[in-house]
């Protein structure tokens, strides 16, 4: 017999990607969800942020879609004009060969946007922090921790989400956004720069998001990160010379940075989600850290709670 999904009352922990694909596919299925964010904004590390009045990404710098149920995600979003193919070449430094991938998506509204999309039509209360597991549980049939480890363990979970997410390790990293008065540098989609000891990548934002804008965001070593966690900007000139540097641009940016503390799991669980009892955890540290396997971990708790 069917489960009556609309009496079962579901709150989700985070606005981020795999909240908000748990959440999408937890209403769809009939199920009463709520998700609370204690950030102002939804999509959490697929973030865009306002510069100059355009969005640049700072956070998640492109999606890769190979996986069935997200392929058609991307394909549903790029269907509405909201994400496009942008590039499957990328520059590798030292050396700054050009390398072919997957092909890389991006969104002309900032991947944020990708998010918001996502959001539209379920309850979600932003600027809503939940301090404990126990605060939301009651009155709930499930919670959902759509966060990183780190933060579910902040919020006293039960011994097994608590081990689970114990087990994770998170690098940070300090992103960059470079507005510069003009395009002066060599054609660029974006580049993986090795064994640099503070830059570890940098994307052309006005080449991914479509519009030409003379932006490039770069991304920190995890080493530096942790060097300027207090004081973010104080990167954002270690970084903008680094870029000028290895693209050899002699224009000083306007330069905002952001921190991201928890950027990267390092290392990750091969299940796709973990449980214990009515308290579910989900996320990028379930696979290979990536927007997918965020999408894909939180589509896969809202699949094992419909499934009853
Ligand atoms: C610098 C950087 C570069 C990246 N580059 C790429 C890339 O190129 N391609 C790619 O595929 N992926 C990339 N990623 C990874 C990608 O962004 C993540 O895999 C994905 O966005 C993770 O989504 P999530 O929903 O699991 O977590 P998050 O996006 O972290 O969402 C968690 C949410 O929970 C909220 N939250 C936390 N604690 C609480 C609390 N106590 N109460 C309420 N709300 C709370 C947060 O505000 C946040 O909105 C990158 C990430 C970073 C930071």
Same mark, same amino acid.
Request: charged share 20%; proline share 7%; aromatic share 6%.
């Given at each position: 017999?069917?489960?009556? =999904?609309?009496?079962?009352?579901?709150?989700?922990?985070?606005?981020?990607?795999?909240?908000?694909?748990?959440?999408?596919?937890?209403?769809?299925?009939?199920?009463?969800?709520?998700?609370?964010?204690?950030?102002?904004?939804?999509?959490?590390?697929?973030?865009?942020?306002?510069?100059?009045?355009?969005?640049?990404?700072?956070?998640?710098?492109?999606?890769?879609?190979?996986?069935?149920?997200?392929?058609?995600?991307?394909?549903?979003?790029?269907?509405?004009?909201?994400?496009?193919?942008?590039?499957?070449?990328?520059?590798?430094?030292?050396?700054?060969?050009?390398?072919?991938?997957?092909?890389?998506?991006?969104?002309?509204?900032? =991947?944020?946007?990708?998010?918001?999309?996502?959001?539209?039509?379920?309850?979600?209360?932003?600027?809503?922090?939940?301090?404990?597991?126990?605060?939301?549980?009651?009155?709930?049939?499930?919670?959902?921790?759509?966060?990183?480890?780190?933060?579910?363990?902040?919020?006293?979970?039960?011994?097994?989400?608590?081990?689970?997410?114990?087990?994770?390790?998170?690098?940070?990293?300090?992103?960059?956004? =470079?507005?510069?008065?003009?395009?002066?540098?060599?054609?660029?989609?974006?580049?993986?720069?090795?064994?640099?000891?503070?830059?570890?990548?940098?994307?052309?934002?006005?080449?991914?998001?479509?519009?030409?804008?003379?932006?490039?965001?770069?991304?920190?070593?995890?080493?530096?990160?942790?060097?300027?966690?207090?004081?973010?900007?104080?990167?954002?000139?270690?970084?903008?010379?680094?870029?000028?540097?290895?693209?050899?641009?002699?224009?000083?940016?306007?330069?905002?940075?952001?921190?991201?503390?928890?950027?990267?799991?390092?290392?990750?669980?091969?299940?796709?989600?973990?449980?214990?009892?009515?308290?579910?955890?989900?996320?990028?540290?379930?696979?290979?850290?990536?927007?997918?396997?965020?999408?894909?971990?939180?589509?896969?708790?809202?699949?094992?709670?419909?499934?009853?």
């Amino acid at each position: 017999m069917a489960l009556n =999904l609309s009496f079962v009352d579901i709150v989700v922990v985070g606005a981020g990607i795999a909240g908000l694909s748990c959440a999408r596919a937890l209403a769809d299925g009939g199920a009463r969800v709520r998700v609370l964010d204690r950030g102002r904004v939804v999509g959490g590390r697929l973030a865009s942020r306002r510069v100059n009045g355009r969005y640049a990404d700072i956070g998640a710098a492109y999606l890769v879609a190979d996986e069935p149920g997200f392929v058609a995600q991307t394909e549903s979003w790029q269907a509405r004009g909201l994400a496009r193919p942008w590039t499957d070449t990328l520059r590798v430094y030292p050396g700054g060969t050009d390398s072919r991938g997957p092909v890389r998506w991006a969104a002309p509204g900032g =991947l944020r946007s990708l998010a918001t999309d996502l959001a539209d039509g379920l309850d979600v209360r932003l600027s809503t922090p939940v301090d404990s597991v126990d605060s939301v549980v009651q009155g709930a049939d499930a919670v959902v921790l759509a966060v990183p480890g780190p933060q579910a363990l902040r919020l006293s979970p039960p011994p097994a989400i608590a081990s689970a997410a114990a087990s994770q390790t998170w690098r940070p990293v300090i992103a960059a956004v =470079l507005t510069y008065p003009e395009r002066t540098w060599a054609r660029l989609h974006g580049a993986f720069v090795n064994d640099h000891p503070v830059l570890a990548t940098v994307c052309d934002d006005g080449d991914r998001r479509g519009d030409a804008a003379p932006v490039l965001v770069a991304h920190s070593t995890a080493e530096l990160a942790a060097e300027h966690l207090d004081a973010p900007a104080e990167a954002g000139p270690v970084l903008a010379a680094a870029v000028g540097e290895l693209l050899g641009i002699t224009a000083s940016p306007q330069v905002e940075t952001h921190r991201w503390t928890y950027a990267q799991p390092e290392k990750t669980s091969e299940a796709p989600y973990a449980r214990d009892g009515q308290v579910w955890l989900c996320g990028d540290a379930f696979g290979r850290p990536r927007v997918q396997t965020a999408w894909l971990s939180g589509r896969a708790v809202a699949a094992a709670l419909l499934a009853g």
